[in-house]
């Protein structure tokens, strides 16, 4: 039930860009992205509601596939501040929420 | 920005021992959950909460623990007898359903 993501660690140098996949063995109804700093709540980024659906939130957007049960979080020109866990969370039926696998993201100068 | 506290931060505890974590989720969210992360894990699912019952629970929540929002405000999760696995972050998240969940700080809790 839980999606696992790509890649599980990523080292970007700043300015650089990034693609972290999210994929579910189920049908999806919704996407969440989440970034969580270490010995933090995870913050929520976006969510993606239906199939096709693209959203973008400064130099961070997503995209939802929803045939392909899949979800892609795109960061473009990264920055220090980007660093953290990125986990999507999917949501079947009911009230069901699975957070992925988590991709740590790591910026350097 | 409304927000969901926990209470308390940091709780140390013998195994064998009761603990109840508290939160307060948004006042306008109807939609209320608790979630696990053992450090350095994935965040886990345990239980959600809609119209004064459970709504899903997960594998991980079996009969030692137990959610209850006594007063409208509160909502607790109450773990009865606790095992050293148990030592992890709980986080509570509260929702608009569609929304995104709003998490709160988290009570980090210790069990010796």
């Known amino acids: 039930q839980q999606p696992v993501q790509s890649p599980q660690a990523v080292i970007l140098r700043e300015g650089e860009d990034a693609v972290i996949n999210c994929s579910s063995s189920?049908?999806?109804?919704?996407v969440h992205w989440y970034r969580q700093k270490h010995g933090e709540a995870p913050v929520f980024l976006m969510i993606?509601?239906?199939?096709?659906e693209q959203k973008g939130h400064d130099k961070i957007s997503a995209s939802f596939n929803e045939k392909k049960q899949q979800s892609s979080l795109y960061l473009t020109a990264s920055q220090l501040s980007y660093s953290g866990t990125y986990f999507c969370?999917?949501?079947?039926?009911?009230?069901?929420?699975?957070f992925g696998t988590g991709t740590s993201l790591t910026v350097i100068p | 920005e409304p927000e969901v506290t926990q209470t308390p931060s940091h709780q140390v505890t013998q195994m064998g021992q009761e603990v109840i974590l508290r939160c307060v989720p948004i006042?306008?969210?109807?939609?209320f959950y608790w979630y696990r992360q053992i450090l350095g894990q994935k965040v886990e699912f345990l239980v959600s909460?809609?119209?004064?019952?459970?709504?899903?629970k997960s594998e991980i929540f079996d009969d030692q623990f137990s959610v209850e929002r006594p007063d409208g405000s509160n909502f607790t999760l109450k773990i009865r007898s606790t095992k050293l696995e148990d030592s992890a972050m709980y986080f509570c998240?509260?929702?608009?359903?569609?929304?995104?969940?709003?998490f709160g700080s988290g009570t980090r809790l210790t069990v010796v």
């Open positions: 909460f809609y119209n004064n019952e459970i709504s899903e």
């Open positions: 006042s306008n969210h109807l939609y």
């Open positions: 189920k049908a999806l109804y919704s």
């Open positions: 998240a509260s929702s608009v359903q569609g929304n995104g969940y709003t």
């Open positions: 969370g999917t949501a079947g039926t009911g009230n069901q929420f699975y």
């Open positions: 993606l509601l239906k199939g096709g």
